[in-house]
DNA sequence: ATGAAAGCGCTAACAG
DNA sequence: CTGTTAGCGCTTTCAT
């Protein structure tokens, strides 16, 4: 029995795998000494330190933090789960979030769900079962599945790119719902009387902002007319596709409320394409604050949010908290500003 | 001794954390079985599979997968390493891998490298710690060692978007010099004679495309003006600078050619804001294939690569090595297409 | 400052 | 079809 222990790893070594103990003989030290040059070098002496970096550095030995984690229950993984890879809008928000957590020595893994809350409950399973220190979502919208394994997790989640009374535990967003009702205001103040919302069907945040849009205009003008896309993979077809059906269906329509800028740009493309001024026949705003925005003409007026201060603020909830210090707040609001451009 | 032993898991079970045991014994069968539902349902009694995935629902049970590759050697985590999450070319490359790699029950974790060679030296020292079944890179320029851990590593990797003939281990990509020289080419025949380059002196990707593009132009026109940028993070205001820097060195440049469509959507943004007309006054074309080259006016001539099917290749040869069986080719070239639009 | 023993949650191998 | 045993590579705890 022995023996065929013994066996097997032989031939894992042979198989070219270095494990710790395989540093700490070369070294000529106990496999402690090496795990303790890894995580608390200055418990060790200066000499025997030197000795297993030399090991280490010689066989190239890259530890297994997968056994790290079994044995000391902490994974320094922070898992983060993002609709889609492309958004220029989450970039920001992944730099910030790495940035500040590399510097405290986490790990970021990311997925990404294209817009389905299955498959986001999916990707939270997942990453479950890869036990992060901590899990950070976009949005608050989850399945009731998803929610409850991840309270039942224990593990820190920070919520983000919206706000919500009943968080899992805490949230680093804005006010979509504010948002939306100071874009309304806005066409209000400079007269645009026949309106229309493009967004995402599946979006919470989309729909929260076209809520807020809707209150502003209400008792003022008529309600602005509504079209909803649901596939969200090609973004900029999408918004001609929306500002094509908003032409067809209410021609007379002065203003366009885009819930992203990346529709938006969609939209003013398309409207290029077909003759349609903006914002002299049609006005046009959009969402987020992309790059797009500032280089488009005409330049794209839009509802500017930081992405990367989200990052760094889940970051910063994330480390305080996982440090087992008390937070001053579990709901961060990061704001929003209208900025003004040529497209309204 | 065992006394402590079971405190601590005593507790443990207390604090939430619910293992495999637990499920065993809410079903009364033994860890074994509930391990089998999970893998080989097949190989379960049909009356005995229900109670288990009962006592699974029921407890909220999450299979740690650490714990599981630690017994069995298989992580099934396939890792990418992407110089960027937020450029849409590499977007189309995710879904590809991913839909190839979900259905054969993989899991994909992302890491981004901010187009730094160290960065991507330590994401993937990082992920190798997490022990994955495979490995995706983007280009084929690594840091030697790098190189070395992943050879060393043993686990089959992908390089993606370049080729190679001395790949760590299997390329799925396109020939860039050959891009380059085919755009050279085409500017040529088109009567161009100022030519420009433009794009990032750290993408080896790019340097390639420059390189084709010269060799094309030699003996025939004077070598092109080659302006280099070095920040990505906001591609379009790089585009824009660079158009600007072409312009400023050899005003009487009559076309350039940028390595990324990001990068020439910006410029063409930025000769709209200057008045200076696309392709009348100077003719822009780009690489990639993105989205904006479709909408923007006047639509962008750009070098086409199906980031796609890339990921999908690469998923391919992934689940066939892992599978075992042999590979018919080890480097796979995706091919490349001028398209021709207004800009050039 | 260093080492030895025990165990993290799971699966492979074998037995029945 | 199901259970038992041993061990994956590391860290914790305790001892020296």
Redesign the interface.
């Given at each position: 029995m022995r023996q065929t222990g013994m066996k097997v790893r032989a031939n894992r070594a042979a198989?070219?795998?270095v494990r710790m103990l395989d540093v700490a003989r070369e070294a000529g030290v106990s496999a402690q000494t090496v795990s303790r040059v890894l995580r608390l070098p200055e418990k060790v002496a200066e000499a025997t330190r030197r000795r297993v970096l030399g090991a280490i550095e010689k066989l190239?030995y890259?530890?297994?933090?997968?056994?790290s984690?079994?044995a000391s229950n902490r994974?320094r993984?922070v898992a983060l789960v993002?609709p889609?890879?492309?958004?220029?809008i989450?970039?920001d928000t992944?730099?910030g979030l790495?940035s500040s957590l590399d510097s405290a020595g986490y790990?970021?893994?990311?997925?990404?769900t294209?817009y389905s809350l299955d498959d986001e409950e999916a990707a939270i399973?997942?990453f479950?079962?890869?036990?992060p220190d901590a899990m950070v979502l976009t949005g608050v919208e989850h399945s009731a599945r998803a929610e409850?394994?991840l309270r039942?997790?224990?593990i820190p989640v920070v919520q983000t790119w919206a706000l919500t009374d009943n968080p899992i535990d805490m949230v680093v967003g804005c006010d979509n719902v504010g948002a939306g009702f100071a874009m309304g205001e806005y066409f209000i103040e400079r007269g645009y009387r026949r309106l229309a919302f493009a967004g995402t069907n599946t979006e919470l945040r989309s729909r929260q902002r076209l809520e807020g849009f809707a209150r502003a205009l209400a008792g003022k003008v008529a309600e602005p007319l509504v079209v909803g896309r649901e596939d969200l993979?090609?973004?900029?077809?999408e918004g001609?596709a929306a500002v094509d059906e908003v032409l067809r269906r209410q021609p007379d329509t002065d203003a366009v409320f885009v819930a992203s800028d990346a529709l938006a740009?969609?939209a003013i493309?398309?409207c290029?394409?077909r003759g349609v001024r903006v914002p002299d026949d049609i006005a046009i705003a959009g969402f987020g604050g992309y790059?797009?925005a500032?280089?488009?003409?005409p330049g794209l007026t839009t509802a500017e949010v930081s992405g990367r201060r989200i990052g760094e603020l889940a970051a910063q909830l994330i480390v305080t908290r996982l440090a087992g210090k008390a937070l001053e707040q579990d709901v961060v609001d990061v704001g929003f500003r209208i900025v003004q451009r040529d497209s309204a």
């Open positions: 198989s070219g795998r190239n890259v530890p297994d933090l997968t056994a984690y079994l994974s993984v993002l889609s890879v492309s958004m220029s989450f970039a992944v730099a790495t790990q970021l893994l990311l997925a990404h294209d399973r997942a479950l079962g890869r036990r409850e394994l039942l997790s224990g993979t090609r973004q900029m077809d001609a740009a969609g493309f398309e290029r394409r790059e797009i500032r280089h488009i003409t």
